[in-house]
C-alpha cells in the first residue's frame, strides 16, 4: 500500500460546482497536512495546512482531517476557471522531521 | 520578493554529459531540498540539506549529488545523466509554520536527457 494515496483524475466541472479533492494514508504518525496547487509549468504552491484532526477555512477552501480514518479532503465552494490547476495534498511528520510526503495530483479543470 | 531560483528553467542535453541545475534561495532558510516530478509518480525527493555542509539522501538519490556550501545555494548535479533521468526538477527551502513543514518551491528544471 502506497503511504499517501490520491485520486489522480482529471476532474472536470462547471463553473461555480463544489469540489471536493481526497487523499489516504496509511501512516498514522503523520502530524501536519497540506494542499499545494500547482500551474502548469509552476512550481507547487501551498495552499492550506492543517495539524491533527479539524477543518480549516480560508475562503472558498476548507481543508478536513479525519485521523481516525486516515482521510484528508479539500473542498472549493464557488469553484472559478482560475482554480484549474493540480492540487497536490502532502504530509509530514513535524517535529524535526522535514520530510514532506505527496500524493500523486489531482488535475482539476473548472470549466466557464 | 522571497523566492527560489533555479536555473536552467529548460535544457535538453545528451547522455553523459555531466550538467548543473542551480538553486538559490533569499529567505535566509536552512532546510533546502530537491524533487523531481514524473507523470504516474508524483514529487520524490533527491536530496536535501538541513544545513552548510549538510546533505542526506532522499527517496530517489541515485545518478544525483549535491552540494551545500553556502547557506542560499544547493545545486544538483547529473555527472552522468541518462535518459531515465528526463524528468521536472524543483528545487525547495523550508519555511517554519508553528511547526509544519511548509516548503517553498522554485519555478522548476523541465531536463530532457537523449
Known amino acids: 500500500q502506497k503511504e499517501v494515496e490520491q485520486d489522480p483524475g482529471p476532474l472536470s466541472v462547471p463553473e461555480g460546482a463544489i469540489v471536493s479533492l481526497n487523499c489516504t494514508y496509511s501512516?498514522?504518525?503523520?502530524?501536519?497536512f497540506m494542499w499545494y496547487r500547482q500551474y502548469s509549468r509552476k512550481g507547487p504552491e501551498l495552499l492550506m495546512y492543517?495539524?491533527?484532526?479539524g477543518n480549516k477555512e480560508d475562503g472558498r477552501f476548507t481543508a478536513q482531517v479525519d485521523k481516525s480514518s486516515k482521510y484528508i479532503s479539500l473542498f472549493i465552494r464557488d469553484s472559478q476557471p482560475s482554480d484549474s490547476a493540480t492540487y497536490l495534498c502532502?504530509?509530514?511528520?513535524?517535529?524535526?522531521?522535514?520530510?514532506?510526503?505527496f500524493g500523486k495530483g489531482t488535475l482539476l479543470t473548472v470549466n466557464p | 520578493e522571497a523566492q527560489v531560483t533555479q536555473n536552467p528553467r529548460y535544457l535538453i542535453t545528451v547522455t553523459g554529459k555531466k550538467l548543473t541545475v542551480t538553486c538559490s534561495q533569499n529567505?535566509?532558510?536552512?532546510?533546502m531540498s530537491w524533487y523531481r516530478q514524473d507523470p504516474g509518480l508524483g514529487l520524490r525527493q533527491i536530496y536535501y540539506?538541513?544545513?552548510?555542509?549538510?546533505?542526506d539522501k532522499g527517496d530517489v538519490p541515485e545518478g544525483y549529488k549535491v552540494s551545500r556550501k553556502e547557506k542560499r545555494n544547493f545545486p544538483l548535479i547529473l555527472e552522468s545523466p541518462s535518459p531515465n533521468q528526463t524528468s521536472l526538477y524543483f528545487c525547495?527551502?523550508?519555511?517554519?509554520?508553528?511547526?509544519?513543514?511548509?516548503?517553498?518551491f522554485g519555478a522548476g528544471s523541465r531536463l530532457t536527457v537523449l
Open positions: 525547495a527551502s523550508r519555511r517554519d509554520r508553528a511547526g509544519a513543514n511548509v516548503l517553498t
Open positions: 501512516n498514522s504518525a503523520f502530524q501536519y
Open positions: 492543517t495539524y491533527s484532526s
Open positions: 502532502a504530509m509530514s511528520l513535524g517535529g524535526s522531521n522535514y520530510k514532506l510526503t
Open positions: 529567505m535566509n532558510h536552512e532546510y
Open positions: 540539506s538541513m544545513n552548510v555542509e549538510v546533505t
